[in-house]
C-alpha cells in the first residue's frame, strides 16, 4: 500500500507514529498508566521499523527505533561538564537541620522559609543535554567537574524522552541541561536476578551498583535489558537563566515537558514539617519501587538559591537529610552453628559489629551449608549486611573484589559444636542435624518451645532459664517441665543443709571447710538459676495445671515434630482425637488426610516410632497431661457462687484467680453482699472480711480453695 503514497505522506505517517510512541511511552515508563495494550504498542513500532527500512531517508537519531546502539564503546570519552555537578552537605537530626538553616539565615537574612523536599533516589546521578528539543549528550557525573559520555546508554533508558516538544505557545531554550539520578527499580532488580538464578550465574546484591554497572556497561545492549528507569530534579544550565523563580516551577515544567519526575516532591514552609516529611518517608521507604538513602531538601526560591551560593563544592541552598544505612559492609568473623529444637543445626555468621538499619549488627543466619556455599561466602570475606526495618538481619553476599588469600571456605563440622555427637544430613534436604536425641542444646530448645505460647503457654521459662535447667540436669527430658515442683523440694533442703552446715562452720570457726566450699559453690550455682524463687514455682504450677487440660493439637505443636505447625497439628487431632490412636495409625492412613503431605506424614509416622519419643509421650500420659482432642472442660463445682476476692493472694495473681473461678463455673464479684456465697480472703483485707462476717459470708483462705479446684480437676482427668 506504500506504492500509492507520496514522500510527503510517508513522511508524516512517520512523525505521527514518532509522536504516538513517544507518548505512550510516557505514559507507560513515566506515568505508570498506560493507555494501550503491548501489542497494540508493538504494531506501532514495527510499522515505524518496516517504513523507515523501507524510507532510510527519515531516519533520524531521536527516532525511538534507534534507542538501541548496535555500537559497543572500547572505553567512554571524557566530558567537561559546564557548569559543576555539586554534592550535597549531610543532616541527620532535627538539630542538624536547624544548624543548617541558621547558616543560611545568618549569610542570607532575607530568606524565605519556603522548601522542596524530594526522596533522594539512591543510584546514579546523570547529566542530560538538549539541543533543540533532542536528547544530544548524556554523562555520569564524575568527579563533578568531569564525567563519562554515555549517551548511548542512557539512551536506552525508556522514561527518558528523546525528544521534548512545546507545548502550547511555550518556547524551550535552544540547549539546555537537566540532572537526574538512574536507578533501578526493585522490580526490574528481583526479574534480573531471577533470570540469572536461571542461568545459574551469581545473583546481584545491591541495587545501586547494578545500576550503576548497568548503566556504564560498554554494550548498549546490556544496558537496554536492565530496563533501567530515571527520575529527573534539576533544571541544569540554560541559555535563558531567568526561566522560572522558584525550584518547583522549574520540576513542573520539565514534568510537561515529559521528564520523569517523583512525584513524591513537597513544598513545605517549617523545619517541623521537613522532620515529619523525613520521618515519614524513613517509615515507607521500604513500600517504593525504588531505593532512597534520604531526603533532599532545597530552598525552593531561585533568587534565593543564588543570593546563598556555592561553599566549596555544596550548595549552601540544598541540605540531604540522610537515612539510616540498611545496608553495610563488615568483616564476616567466623561460621558457628546453633543447635535447634529438632537438631538443625543452622549456621550463623559472626560478623564485626556495625551499625546498619538503625542498630548494632554482630550476627546474622545463614539458614544452612547450601546457602552458604550459593552465596559463596568464606570466612574472613567483606560482606554486604543488610537490615531494613524490623526484619532480622541478613547477608546479601560477599564483596568479592576485596577477597584476600586467607579467606577461608567454611565446612560443616564432624560433631556437634554442643554435645559433640556425630553430624548427619537427609539427602533429600538442605539441613544437617545433630544425631544425638539426648543433645542438651536441643533439649534447651526443645522445652522454650514446648512452653510457647501457640504450644502448650506455660510462662516462667525463658531461653536463659531453660537452657540453665537443662544444663544444671534438673530437666533431662520434656516430661521433667512437670516435675519442676519437686526440684523445689530439692533446693529447698539443699538450702537448709547448708545452713546447718553453716551453723556448724560458725560454732567451730572453721569457716573453710571444704564441704562448706563445696556447698557454697551448688548454692551459687542454684543461684544462677535468674528469678527461681517460691513464687517462681507459684507461677509454674498454674500454668502447668492449664497445659495439662489443653486439647491434643495444642500438645502435638509443643513436642516439636519436624515440620509439623499448627495447621497440620489441627489436621492429625481432628482426624485421630486421642495419641493412642495416633500412635497406632499407618503411614498410608496419615497421608490420606486432606492436608497433610509425604513429608508431614513421614516425619509424624517416624516421630512416634522413636522408642525415646515413646518413653516421653508414656510420661506426659501419667503425668495426666490431656492426650485428647476435646479439651478438658472445667467442672462447675462453682456453679452458682457469686464469689468475693480480697487481700494479698500469694498463689495467683489476681487475672488467674478470677478465671478459674470463671472455669469452674462461679462469679466473680467485686464488694459483698448478701447475695455473695463465699469470699477467697488473703492477707489483709479488712473491710470486706467486715462485711462477709455481718452478711454471714462464708469466708475461706487460699489453701482450701486450692484444694477445691485440685479435687475436681483430680477428679476429671483420671
Ligand atoms: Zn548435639
Keep these: 500500500m506504500h506504492e500509492t503514497l507520496n514522500e510527503t505522506e510517508i ?63 572500547t572505553s567512554f ?51 542530560l543535554v538538549y539541543e533543540k528539543g533532542k536528547f544530544v549528550r548524556g554523562a555520569t557525573r564524575g568527579n563533578g567537574q568531569e564525567g563519562e559520555d554515555i549517551t548511548d546508554n542512557l539512551r536506552t533508558v525508556r522514561g527518558l524522552p528523546l525528544t521534548v516538544n512545546p507545548i502550547g505557545t511555550k518556547t524551550i531554550p535552544e540547549r539546555f541541561e537537566v540532572r537526574g539520578e538512574v536507578y ?13 538464578a536461571e542461568q545459574n550465574s551469581p545473583l546481584y546484591v545491591n541495587l545501586r551498583n547494578t545500576a550503576a554497572g548497568s548503566l556504564r556497561n560498554l554494550d548498549p545492549k546490556v544496558t537496554a535489558r536492565r530496563n533501567l528507569s530515571v527520575f529527573i530534579y534539576q533544571l541544569g544550565w540554560t541559555e535563558n537563566n531567568d526561566l522560572f523563580d522558584s525550584h518547583q516551577k522549574t520540576i513542573e515544567w520539565l514534568a510537561s515537558l ?23 518517608l524513613e517509615a515507607e521507604r521500604d513500600s517504593l519501587n525504588y531505593d532512597i538513602d534520604g531526603v533532599v531538601i532545597k530552598i525552593n526560591n531561585l533568587a534565593s ?167 544444671n540436669g534438673c530437666i533431662k527430658s520434656l516430661a521433667d517441665i512437670y516435675l519442676m515442683q519437686d526440684k523445689k523440694t530439692q533446693i529447698l533442703n539443699f538450702k537448709n543443709r547448708l545452713d ?96 497433610i503431605g509425604e513429608i508431614v506424614a513421614t516425619s509424624i509416622y517416624e516421630w512416634v516410632r522413636e522408642p525415646y519419643n515413646q518413653i516421653l509421650m508414656d510420661k506426659l500420659v501419667s503425668l495426666n497431661v490431656n492426650v485428647e482432642e476435646n479439651q478438658i472442660a472445667f467442672g462447675d463445682a462453682l456453679q452458682g457462687h457469686k464469689i468475693a476476692i480480697t487481700g494479698t493472694l500469694t498463689r495467683w495473681k489476681r487475672p488467674e484467680i478470677q478465671n478459674l473461678i470463671r472455669q469452674q463455673g462461679g462469679e466473680v464479684v467485686t464488694s459483698v453482699s448478701k447475695n455473695t456465697t463465699i469470699l477467697l480472703a488473703g492477707e489483709g483485707g479488712g473491710k470486706k472480711r467486715q462485711d462477709a462476717i455481718k452478711q454471714n459470708v462464708r469466708v475461706i483462705d487460699e489453701s482450701t480453695f486450692d484444694g477445691m479446684i485440685n479435687s475436681i480437676r483430680m477428679e476429671e482427668s483420671t
Aim: net charge neutral.
Design 305 to 471: 538559591q543564588n543570593s546563598l551560593g556555592i561553599v566549596g563544592r555544596e550548595p549552601r541552598w540544598a541540605t540531604a537529610w540522610k537515612f539510616a544505612a540498611e545496608q553495610a559492609t563488615t568483616k564476616l568473623r567466623d561460621i558457628k552453628l546453633s543447635v535447634g529444637r529438632t537438631g538443625v543445626l543452622t549456621p550463623y555468621a559472626e560478623l564485626v559489629p556495625v551499625f546498619v538499619g538503625g542498630a548494632n549488627i554482630s550476627v546474622a543466619t545463614l539458614h544452612n551449608l547450601d546457602h552458604i556455599q550459593d552465596l559463596d561466602l568464606r570466612v574472613g570475606d567483606q560482606v554486604v549486611v543488610q537490615r531494613a526495618g524490623e526484619v532480622i538481619p541478613q547477608i546479601l553476599g560477599p564483596v568479592l573484589s576485596q577477597r584476600t588469600e586467607t579467606s577461608a571456605i567454611f565446612e560443616m563440622p564432624l560433631v556437634c559444636p554442643d554435645c559433640h555427637s556425630s553430624v548427619t544430613k537427609k539427602d533429600a534436604e538442605a539441613a544437617h542435624y545433630c544425631s544425638n536425641v539426648n543433645c542438651q542444646g536441643r533439649l534447651a530448645r526443645q522445652v522454650e518451645h514446648y512452653v510457647s505460647r501457640q504450644a502448650l503457654n506455660i510462662e516462667g521459662f525463658g531461653e536463659e532459664r531453660a537452657s540453665l535447667l537443662v544444663r
Design 500 to 595: 546447718r552446715l553453716r551453723q556448724v562452720a560458725r560454732k567451730y570457726g572453721k569457716k573453710n571447710d571444704d564441704r562448706v566450699v563445696q556447698h557454697l559453690k551448688r548454692i551459687d550455682q542454684l543461684d544462677k538459676f535468674p528469678g527461681i524463687r517460691e513464687k517462681w514455682f507459684q507461677t509454674l504450677n498454674v500454668g502447668l495445671t492449664e497445659s495439662k487440660t489443653l486439647p491434643l493439637h495444642r500438645l502435638l505443636i509443643g513436642l516439636g515434630i519436624r515440620h509439623l505447625g499448627e495447621t497440620t497439628a489441627k489436621l492429625i487431632a481432628e482426624r485421630y482425637r486421642t495419641l493412642t490412636n495416633l500412635r497406632l495409625a499407618n503411614y498410608e492412613d496419615i497421608l490420606d488426610i486432606t492436608g
Design 184 to 196: 533501578i527499580s526493585k522490580f526490574e532488580f528481583d526479574e534480573l536476578n531471577k533470570r540469572r
Design 77 to 127: 570519552s571524557t566530558v567537561l561538564h559546564p557548569e559543576p555537578l555539586l554534592s550535597l552537605s549531610n543532616v541527620f537530626t532535627p538539630d542538624e537541620l536547624q544548624l543548617w538553616l541558621d547558616k543560611a539565615v545568618k549569610q542570607y537574612p532575607e530568606l524565605e522559609t519556603n522548601f522542596i523536599l524530594e526522596p533522594k533516589i539512591d543510584g546514579l546521578a546523570v547529566s
Design 11 to 73: 513522511e508524516q505517517e512517520i512523525n505521527n507514529l514518532r509522536i504516538s510512541i513517544q507518548h505512550h511511552d510516557h505514559r507507560y515508563y513515566v506515568l505508570n498508566s498506560p493507555e494501550i495494550g503491548d501489542s497494540q504498542y508493538d504494531n506501532l513500532m514495527h510499522r515505524l521499523r518496516e517504513l523507515e527500512e523501507e524510507f532510510p531517508q527519515f531516519l533520524t537519531q531521536d527516532s525511538p527505533t534507534q534507542r538501541i546502539s548496535e555500537n559497543v564503546a
Design 258 to 280: 515529559g521528564f520523569p519526575t517523583n512525584p513524591l516532591m513537597k513544598n513545605v514552609s517549617d523545619t517541623n514539617q521537613i522532620v515529619d516529611y523525613c520521618k515519614n
